[in-house]
């Protein structure tokens, strides 16, 4: 890992140079994005029509994101009705200090959590583990990298690029087991050490999936019944959730919730959706005495006053985008520097955290286009990246590029000069070797890792007209013998 | 900060800001939803189902199978109760945790004597409820399309007894399988119209995950095994 010192573009750089080569983490990586392929395809395979469902998702998003306050408020009236209670965090600061100063006045003295990327973006665990509280996280794969010290791999799989052994290896030093290589033992040992958290914890804290407006509920999407019980067990519960998440009614998670499966695991249902709408109600069993929202903006109203790229605010985060993306396959998660991996994250991350310090995330990508085709609620993915490209060129141009570009467009309106100045690339190549790799070398960027392609002795348009010249001579000859 | 509610104004203040220009939809459904009061036509989209009660019921049956739940189809309750005691002498239970309920109430005193029966209604003591070996409930709904259990803190013994206790019982009628969660959420809608109990869960399958190499554990979290005794 990189340190915190570095600017995001070298320690990009860096991590992916070392990352591209480190085979047996990218089979580790491959291994585990063919299993989920092969589920994908499979239930994708059974909707009727995956195309139209995703139009409609997106409309529906669409319409959500698009009267934002509206929905917002009708939310946070719905919810505050029942019992809820709803803070608007502008940033990171003010949504910790919310929870802080919650936990304190409340006496809370241990927290579970269950997976809330939301979390990891206001850097919430370190803040709570500073002011004393026990916290810990209750998903697997969170736990496990939790326990490694390291952030998540993937904001869908979090610990996706480690092996059963690594797994084992940590839980033999961390909680003193028994090496295993079983996965079924390894999930069991976590399951013990877990059940106790969500019993002692006095608050649990959660993510959320969706906001649903008209009935003031929030929804949680889970395989493992963490979500479940660290919103069940606790007497305050707190659901730390973006602003983006709304969506209008509660008849829209009939299409959201089965979408978000099969593109984000390949299953026709996540193990469990969960709907909660405040806090205990009168007369029921159990459940939480309170119940907190946490809206959070944190710069997602900058992404909504691009109407360009507001659709990326659409993002259910199922992840798909990640797993069919060459890029992560070859660079892994933790290069990306960010919360949100993958070509989403690349998207999102320079209007969260300034352009110019992230858009080298938009130029690592081949724009195949393979998130845009996976994505669920159909977002323009890779046009975005394209799009945070050219902002970033605008709003800082870069002389020499801009030069080279000029050049290059001067050239080719010229075929008589093209022409003239291609006689010379033969030249060029003979001489290019004694420069090669060397500061000097003008395209050391490409000869770094590979090699420069030479360029022929006789251009294409002399090598076409001579082929045309042998064609009409073959066929006048042909014609004559007729 | 100044107010409870946080940064409220400024938030909406910037939201209404940046909503001024308008963005196009690019994906235009043949039918506009959101704020639409039905939302039938997802139906013609998402995995098909069939009209018939034999169809819905053939495909929960095959789903269960794939999500590892075991689906008993029950004569009368008199074979839940057995059904229930031989799993409770195959897994050498103690304890079972259930809650009050019409079809619970009747099925209870046919329980094995020797089964201690903790019931959550009017609190509990959450060790105590941990250390059961089982949790019975009854459940709001069956999902055809899905395969799934649909619970609510109101009908089901609140939050807790579906997901703590290793192995989670479902009673339910045939009459409350539904087809999606269209259906689902419009049966809820009727029935609890502004008064939603305060947690609705759609469960589908044993609690599961695939964290250690995308490989599929059972048991994560929540209950190891589902079982589905389902009445006529
Ligand atoms: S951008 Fe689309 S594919 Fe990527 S995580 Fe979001 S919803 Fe999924």
């Not at chain 1, 190549?429 to 392609?453: G, Q, Y």
């Not at chain 2, 009660?53 to 689906?71: I, M, P, V, W």
Request: aromatic share 6%; proline share 5%.
């Amino acid at each position: 890992m990189s340190t915190l010192a570095e600017a995001p573009r070298d320690q990009f750089q860096t991590d992916a140079n070392r990352t591209a080569t480190d085979d047996v983490r990218r089979l580790a990586v491959r291994r585990a994005l063919s299993n989920y392929q092969t589920a994908r395809n499979r239930t994708g395979a059974t909707f009727t029509d995956w195309k139209s469902a995703r139009s409609a998702a997106a409309t529906i998003k669409h319409e959500a994101v698009n009267h934002l306050d509206k929905y917002l408020e009708e939310f946070e009236r719905k919810f505050t009705a029942r019992g809820g209670k709803v803070f608007w965090a502008s940033n990171s600061e003010q949504a910790r200090n919310y929870i802080l100063e919650l936990a304190a006045a409340r006496g809370v003295r241990s927290i579970v959590k269950s997976k809330a990327m939301t979390g990891e973006e206001i850097h919430l665990n370190p803040a709570l583990l500073a002011a004393g509280y026990g916290v810990v996280e209750s998903d697997l794969g969170e736990y496990i990298q939790q326990l490694k010290g390291e952030a998540p791999y993937h904001f869908v799989f979090p610990c996706m690029h480690l092996r059963r052994d690594e797994i084992s290896d940590l839980f033999e030093k961390e909680l003193g087991t028994a090496k295993t290589d079983n996965p079924e033992e390894l999930t069991m040992i976590a399951r013990r050490v877990l059940r106790r958290a969500y019993i002692d914890a006095d608050m649990g804290i959660s993510g959320g999936n969706f906001i649903v407006a008209d009935t003031g509920m929030i929804s949680i999407t889970e395989n493992e019944g963490n979500a479940r019980l660290t919103v069940g067990i606790p007497k305050i519960h707190v659901a730390l959730i973006g602003i983006e998440k709304v969506v209008p009614c509660l008849g829209d998670l009939a299409l959201l919730l089965p979408m978000l499966a099969t593109a984000g695991t390949g299953q026709h249902l996540t193990g469990y959706n969960s709907m909660y709408g405040g806090p205990r109600q009168p007369g029921e069993t159990d459940g939480p005495e309170e119940f907190h929202v946490v809206l959070l903006d944190n710069h997602r109203t900058r992404l909504l006053a691009d109407p360009e790229q507001r659709d990326a605010l659409h993002c259910i985060r199922c992840g798909a985008c990640l797993n069919v993306c060459p890029i992560f396959k070859n660079i892994g998660g933790h290069t990306y520097g960010t919360t949100y991996q993958g070509p989403i994250g690349s998207v999102i991350t320079p209007h969260f955290r300034g352009l110019q310090d992230w858009k080298h995330l938009s130029g690592a990508s081949s724009l195949c286009g393979a998130c845009t085709e996976t994505c669920p609620v159909g977002i323009d993915i890779h046009h975005h990246l394209l799009r945070n490209r050219r902002n970033a060129a605008q709003e800082k141009p870069a002389p020499g590029e801009s030069l080279v570009w000029r050049m290059f467009a001067f050239l080719m309106r010229r075929p008589a000069l093209y022409k003239f100045a291609s006689r010379f690339a033969p030249l060029g190549s003979l001489l290019h070797p004694l420069i090669e790799r060397t500061a000097l070398d003008p395209v050391r960027a490409w000869t770094n890792t590979r090699d420069f392609p030479s360029a022929p002795l006789r251009s294409f348009r002399a090598q076409f007209k001579a082929h045309q010249a042998q064609k009409a001579a073959a066929i006048s000859q042909n014609g004559g013998a007729k | 900060m100044n107010s409870q509610n946080g940064d409220r104004e400024a938030i909406l203040g910037r939201v209404r800001e940046a909503l001024r220009v308008p963005a196009p939809l690019k994906h235009p459904a043949e039918r506009s939803a959101g704020g639409e009061p039905t939302t039938a036509h997802f139906r013609e989209w998402l995995p098909p189902v069939g009209p018939s009660l034999d169809e819905k019921f053939a495909l929960f049956a095959k789903l269960s199978e794939t999500l590892r739940s075991e689906l008993i189809v029950c004569a009368d309750l008199a074979q839940a109760a057995a059904e229930i005691a031989s799993l409770s002498s195959a897994e050498s239970w103690k304890t079972i945790a259930l809650h009050r309920g019409g079809l619970l109430d009747k099925l209870a005193p046919l329980l094995p004597n020797n089964l201690a029966q903790l019931c959550v209604d009017g609190g509990y003591d959450k060790n105590a409820l941990e250390a059961c070996d089982a949790g019975i409930t009854e459940c709001e709904l069956l999902v055809a399309q899905t395969g799934s259990v649909c619970v609510t803190s109101d009908n089901s013994g609140g939050r807790v007894l579906s997901v703590l206790p290793p192995h989670h019982i479902v009673i339910a009628r045939q009459s409350q399988l539904v087809t999606d969660l269209t259906e689902a959420y419009e049966s809820l809608a009727a029935k609890y119209r502004a008064h939603y109990p305060s947690m609705i869960s759609f469960i589908t399958g044993p609690s599961r995950t695939g964290d250690i190499e995308r490989i599929l554990v059972l048991g994560a979290h929540g209950p190891k095994r589902l079982t589905i005794l389902l009445l006529p």
